[in-house]
């Protein structure tokens, strides 16, 4: 049984940081990749940032580039996504998701490619 748990989201002030963290269980890692998608009630799910579990991939929503970080420990079965000089419109509830490669490789950004979600975190960035 697949499990994604997410946790680290919060309130911040707009500038400042957060870790989120997603603890995955029940996964051939070696075949599957990882991805953030935020939400904001009312809205389409937007992907984030995405990665395979060796760590050498990465995609980024250019809304993010160079803020957002997405790394992965083997060790732990986590994914991470650090998120600096958060900004108000970051303001969303953040899901991690899974992919198999094969899917994966189709579209890393595309929602319909990961076919595990974890249950989400709020993150909240004031002004």
């Known amino acids: 049984q697949v499990q994604l748990v997410e946790s680290g989201g919060g309130l911040v002030q707009a500038g400042g940081s957060l870790r989120l963290s997603c603890a995955a269980s029940?996964?051939?890692?070696?075949?599957?990749?990882m991805g953030w998608f935020r939400q904001v009630p009312g809205k389409e799910r937007d992907f984030v940032a995405a990665?395979?579990?060796?760590?050498?991939?990465?995609y980024y929503a250019d809304s993010v580039k160079g803020r957002f970080t997405i790394s992965t420990s083997n060790a732990k079965s986590t994914v991470y996504l650090q998120m600096n000089s958060l900004k108000p419109e970051d303001t969303a509830i953040y899901y991690c998701a899974a992919a198999a490669f094969s899917s994966w490789y189709a579209g890393p950004r595309k929602l319909d490619v990961y076919a595990y979600w974890g249950q989400g975190t709020q993150v909240t960035v004031s002004s």
């Open positions: 990665v395979k579990w060796s760590g050498v991939s990465t």
């Open positions: 029940g996964l051939p890692f070696s075949s599957y990749a």
